[in-house]
């Protein structure tokens, strides 16, 4: 992974812990902290001591599946207060070009480094169904913009930036199953030459598939350009690994990962739904175990994202379960005034 | 060309209050193709509305008249008669049309019987969809002759949103992905490559976003003073 391109100035792009991590060719791993549906900081404060010390990073979602939520960047400095680094996210769907720029330029100045460009789930699967969606920029397009605000230290319009030019470690996603399937290498090339630093992929099943995926992707020779981190998450229940499985788009989950956790709860009496979940959440945590492993093993992942959203207690176990713990010591990156005190 | 549908019957009485005649207006072009606001519509609707009031206890003088294109001074003026007559006039052109009667006859209360959907073409019969978003900078030519501003519900203009998924957009089961399209006519006709390009962040200014567009053009307006 050392022939990345150097980067400029101090030798790294942002200087973030995921940056430095990944730089230095360690496996990476990065967590996931859904803010609430409310304006509590101490729900964010809790989460954060969760993931911290078990991942590099935790991506901080914005208004994830189109439910209003606390800001990313907002609920980002709460959890670089308490010590972990935050990815934030940024979506397309509800902010122009002026607004994502005036965010990015606050987001920077409060100490934050890692930004993931998102096009945004479609508002109608939210709870403001009735809203106007933005899209005046495509992930693409924002990827773009925030790597010209970094590399050209200039705003979208092309003006120049006088001072202080905000230095992001660029992160995009990539659905390897989404269609046109033979299409999707195509796109990540898109968002590689747009400027994207890292990619973190879609929540990853078929591990046959994505393999096929990174064939492909090793044949544009995109791994060799970009840190690319799979996606993995623990499944909770049956239930939910159907409704996975059958009812979210750009998903992929095999049979045999629903009858497995099935099987898991064989044999414990129905009305013992506390030992039923349990056995659930063990086998979901034993799965994600086993597909971290096996992401390892495939050329051209550089870590895995683990997406555990109102379940972070479970990274930890899966991070220590793949031998990934204690995660590698960097120097962290300067931090802004909030997060020095914090 | 435009397409429109009636609004619910209760919420086009509710515009109407206590109008006692009332004209209703069809238009003989895009309306018409639609069945929503031709001659056809505008008799169904007249006595719909007459037999409503009567119902109610409130019967209302409702006629209906047709002109060949509502968004036309010249095929409008011709009303003046019947719209003076007339306490409100009920116009089921597009908006276009009910704008263009308000403007002519600013002093009347004109009011829409239709919602005016989008531009689009009749796909199979009965079934309506939408094409064109009008965004003032066509880029067709480089999406195989399928428009992502107006097919795409995230007008993306660098390829399909994760969401996509056996030919079918993430909001629901009946939408097309504009992406699968694309790429599927692109594929066929061995033209991929303009889709791996980077499309730049569109410039929405020749779009609503720039503010009411207009086109003026000289050579016609020079044309029409030599007429004179
Ligand atoms: S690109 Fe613009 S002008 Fe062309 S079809 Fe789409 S919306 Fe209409
Ligand atoms: S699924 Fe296709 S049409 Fe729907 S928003 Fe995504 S790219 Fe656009």
Redesign the pocket.
């Known amino acids: 992974m050392t022939d990345l391109p150097a980067a400029s100035t101090n030798g790294f792009k942002s200087g973030s812990r995921l940056e430095k991590v990944l730089r230095a060719g360690h496996f990476a791993v990065t967590g996931e902290l859904g803010p609430p549906q409310n304006a509590d900081p101490e729900i964010i404060r809790k989460k954060a001591r969760l993931l911290l010390g078990a991942c590099d990073a935790a991506n901080i979602t914005d208004n994830q599946t189109a439910i209003v939520r606390m800001s990313s960047i907002g609920a980002g400095i709460l959890a670089l207060q308490e010590g972990l680094e935050p990815v934030i996210q940024m979506t397309c769907r509800d902010r122009n070009r002026l607004a994502m720029q005036s965010d990015i330029l606050g987001a920077y100045a409060l100490g934050l480094r890692n930004l993931l460009c998102l096009t945004g789930d ?1 508002q109608s699967f939210g709870n403001h169904p009735t809203a106007k969606n933005v899209h005046d920029l495509d992930s693409v397009q924002l990827i773009q913009m925030v790597a010209g605000l970094r590399d050209k230290h200039a705003f979208q319009c092309g003006d120049a930036i006088k001072g202080i030019e905000p230095r992001f470690f660029i992160g995009a996603a990539a659905n390897p199953f989404g269609d046109p399937f033979e299409w999707r290498p195509i796109r990540l090339g898109k968002k590689v030459k747009a400027g994207a630093d890292f990619v973190q992929t879609q929540l990853i099943y078929n591990v046959e598939r994505f393999a096929q995926f990174m064939e492909r992707v090793r044949k544009l020779g995109l791994h060799k350009q970009v840190y690319i981190l799979a996606g993995v998450g623990p499944l909770k229940s049956p239930g939910m690994a159907k409704y996975m499985r059958d009812e979210v ?1 750009g998903l992929d989950v095999p049979n045999h990962f629903v009858d497995r956790m099935t099987a898991a709860g064989e044999g414990i009496d129905k009305e013992d739904k506390k030992a039923r979940n349990e056995a659930f959440r063990r086998e979901g945590i034993k799965i994600a175990i086993e597909l971290v492993q096996q992401m390892r093993q495939i050329e051209g992942v550089a870590g895995v994202h683990i997406m555990a959203i109102e379940w972070e207690e479970a990274v930890r176990p899966i991070v220590e379960g793949a031998g990934l713990f204690p995660r590698p010591e960097v120097t962290a990156a300067r931090m802004a005034e909030p997060a020095a005190q914090g | 060309m435009i397409v429109a549908e009636q609004k619910p019957l209760d919420e086009i009485k509710g515009l109407l209050g206590e109008a006692q005649t009332v004209l209703v207006v069809g238009c003989g072009t895009c309306v018409t193709v639609c069945f929503a606001g031709g001659d056809k519509e505008a008799g169904i609707l007249a006595s719909s509305l007459r037999m409503a009031s009567r119902i109610d206890g409130t019967p209302k003088d409702v006629t209906h008249i047709t002109v060949q294109r509502q968004c036309e001074v010249e095929y409008i003026d011709p009303l003046a008669d019947s719209i003076r007559q007339a306490d409100v006039v009920l116009s089921i052109g597009c908006g276009i049309g009910v704008q263009a009667l308000a403007e002519r006859y600013p002093d009347k209360v004109v009011l829409p019987g239709l919602n005016t959907s989008f531009l689009g073409l009749p796909s199979e019969q009965g079934v309506w969809e939408e094409r064109c978003a009008a965004c003032g900078s066509c880029i067709l030519g480089v999406t195989g002759g399928i428009c ?1 501003i107006a ?4 007008q ?1 203009l660098n ?3 994760g ?2 998924q056996g030919g ?4 629901g089961h009946e ?1 097309p ?4 399209l694309i790429y599927d006519r692109l594929n066929a006709q061995g033209r991929l490559h303009l889709i791996e390009e980077l499309q730049p962040a569109k410039d929405w200014s020749t779009s609503r976003d720039g503010g009411p567009r207009r086109i003026t053009r000289e050579d016609l307006r020079l044309a029409a003073e030599a007429a004179e």
Do not use: D, F, N, Y
Not at chain 2, 151 to 154: E, F, N, P, T, W
Not at chain 2, 177 to 180: D, E, G, P, S
């Open positions: 479609h788009p | 992502p097919r795409c519900a995230k993306l390829g399909p949103c969401g996509s079918v957009c993430e909001i939408t992905c504009a992406w699968q």
